[in-house]
């Protein structure tokens, strides 16, 4: 089945350590997205990529990073420069062109 | 900037409708509609790809009128099922993928 897989489900931190988000997908797709989802904020763009090697920064960039080394997987790591890093983190996936964007189960992380 | 939704919630009864607002301040090349259930993933609905374009899929339908940069969700003789947050995301013109989501409306669809 194809699909995009992020793991874990569930994660909790301590303050001050950095922490790598997994995004998979194996629907072929180019481009690849990571949001934050606050109550209430709707999605927020963290991070695009629309091509292997290369992304781009979306609305809020801050404390954050990525790397798209495959074409299957795009890593989020929330860094210790984040000030409020609790929150509902989702990504997704879609071919270039105006497609639909295809989304993972989500990671809900707390940091304490 | 982020599109503006309206209403922020509404509630209706099973077989009533709604109509859920989207308007942008920039110059959109698509509207995209995704629904989302507590707790899950958010749900592609349809996309819009040009001024006056409307389309369909059972009893939920979508219009997109580019002079006014303004999209809107029909919800017809609303299911159960139906319950839940929808967004719209706004693609600039411009090239980029990105899509700008907006702060998304609660729809409850009570018995």
């Known amino acids: 089945d194809g699909g995009i897989t992020q793991s874990p489900k569930y994660l909790f931190r301590k303050e001050g350590q950095n922490v790598t988000l997994s995004c998979e997908q194996n629907?072929?797709?180019?481009?690849m997205y990571w949001y934050r989802q606050d109550p209430g904020q709707g999605l927020r763009l963290i991070y695009y990529?629309?091509?292997?090697?290369?992304?781009q920064k979306g609305d809020i960039a801050e404390g954050y990073s990525v790397s798209r080394e495959k074409k299957e997987s795009f890593p989020l790591t929330v860094t210790s420069a984040q000030k409020n890093p609790t929150a509902f983190y989702l990504c997704?996936?879609?071919?270039?062109?105006?497609?639909?964007?295809?989304f993972g189960p989500g990671t809900r992380l707390t940091v304490t | 900037q982020q599109p503006v939704q309206s209403p922020q919630a509404v509630i209706l009864r099973e077989g009533e409708d709604a109509v859920i607002n989207c308007s942008s301040s920039k110059a959109l090349y698509s509207v995209h509609w995704y629904r989302q259930k507590h707790g899950e993933a958010p749900v592609f609905l349809m996309i819009?790809?040009?001024?006056?374009e409307q389309k369909g899929h059972e009893k939920i339908s979508a219009s997109f009128n580019e002079k006014k940069q303004q999209s809107s969700l029909y919800l017809t003789a609303s299911q159960l099922s139906y319950s839940g947050t929808y967004f719209c995301?706004?693609?600039?013109?411009?090239?980029?993928?990105?899509?700008?989501f907006g702060k998304g409306t609660k729809l409850t669809v009570n018995p």
């Open positions: 997704a996936s879609s071919m270039i062109g105006s497609h639909e964007q295809y």
């Open positions: 990529s629309q091509i292997v090697n290369d992304f």
């Open positions: 995301g706004g693609q600039a013109k411009g090239g980029s993928e990105k899509l700008v």
């Open positions: 819009l790809l040009k001024g006056g």
């Open positions: 629907l072929n797709h180019d481009a």
